[in-house]
């Protein structure tokens, strides 16, 4: 997929996962967010960078085989 618009306007990426009841995507390597994580007795805390999810109209479908674009509809 591209995206439409935001900071990645622009950039192309692999949907990770959809939350279909919010109309939302993470797209692998977009909307990268930093989450402050408490130290654990299983892990340690610190800074962690991950994708967030951004909404389905912000996306555009991309075709492998012509290289067109076409917008995301949901039935």
Partial sequence: VQILCGKDKG?????????????????????????HEKTTKEKKGGIISKESFIHISNLKNLDKNNIKSKEIKRK
Wanted: hydrophobic letters at 40%; charged letters at 40%; zero cysteines.
């Fill in 11 to 35: 950039k192309k990426g692999e949907v990770i996962e959809i939350l279909r009841y919010a109309n939302k995507a993470k797209v692998k390597g977009i909307n990268i967010i930093k989450k």
